[in-house]
């Protein structure tokens, strides 16, 4: 299956049935979402070639999801009109890495630019929400004043689930968001979701590849503006201490143009750090 573009077609469609104020997002219940948890790690297993893909299978069309064998690629969708989500599970051995897009529709062209990662990286598994974050004007149970189909706030979401079950221990996971850029302000600015003082390894190594690609980056203060907005201080996912979450806001020129210095340095950054992981295993 030929990947590029399929993000924006992805984006384009949930802009037709689950963009912003359509009320079209269904929430998952609790016990669906520990259903999306179990399966998602099946597929993880799956695709890494020691796991029961007929069992995946029977999983996935209990919950009416579809399970789509590619030669290099397992793909889960949705067969209802709920808004759920896309995963797409890269056939081969783990490079612990796994790229999010929580915001499509309202973080446009993040689909396409996190599809770009997935694919250049060879990251595991690339997660799609599927609908707009103010799709609904309910709130988000966990966090008030967000909205219940915001996907990183809100636990009631496909997204969500399939994030807890697909994070393991040495896991990078590659949250890729958008955000409207003024004059003077750098073209991504990246964070780890955590106001403690400490940046990790792999935050840091990031910001070194975005810097020798000559990408202008920051990595958020949490005291700054710009770094009090963009730091994703609030993010459900950044909560999740089982791996390390790196959050990133790229600017909307950098999306619109799918910056090739930006994904080359992100792929660059990705084997550096599967090369690193796979060392300290040994």
């Not at 003082?197 to 710009?226: K, M, T, Y």
Request: glycine share 10%; with cysteine; net charge negative.
């Amino acid at each position: 299956m030929q990947l590029s573009g399929l993000g924006d077609r992805w984006e384009a469609s949930i802009r037709a049935t689950h963009n912003r104020g359509m009320e079209t997002f269904v929430p998952s219940t609790r016990g669906q979402g520990m259903q999306l948890e179990q399966l998602v790690r099946e597929l993880r297993d799956v695709a890494e070639g020691h796991g029961d893909l007929e069992a995946a299978r029977e999983d996935a069309a209990a919950l009416d999801l579809q399970l789509v064998e590619l030669d290099r690629h397992l793909l889960l969708q949705d067969q209802s009109p709920r808004g759920w989500g896309t995963a797409l599970f890269r056939r081969g051995e783990s490079r612990g890495l796994v790229v999010e897009v929580p915001h499509p529709g309202s973080d446009y062209r993040t689909p396409e630019l996190g599809l770009r990662f997935f694919e250049e990286s060879g990251a595991d598994v690339y997660l799609l929400s599927g609908a707009n974050r103010y799709n609904r004007a309910d709130p988000s149970l966990e966090q008030p004043n967000r909205r219940l189909s915001d996907a990183a706030h809100s636990a009631a979401t496909f997204f969500h689930a399939a994030h807890c079950g697909l994070v393991e221990p040495r896991d990078r996971v590659l949250q890729v968001h958008g955000f409207g850029s003024q004059e003077g302000d750098p073209t991504v600015v990246i964070s780890d979701g955590q106001d403690d003082g400490h940046d990790p390894p792999a935050l840091i190594a990031l910001a070194a590849r975005l810097e020798q690609a000559e990408v202008p980056n920051l990595i958020a203060d949490f005291e700054s503006p710009l770094g009090k907005r963009l730091g994703g201080k609030t993010n459900l996912q950044a909560q999740n201490r089982n791996a390390t979450f790196l959050h990133m806001e790229v600017s909307e020129a950098a999306r619109r143009e799918l910056d090739p210095k930006l994904v080359r340095a992100v792929a660059e950054w990705a084997g550096e750090e599967s090369s690193s992981c796979s060392a300290n295993q040994g």
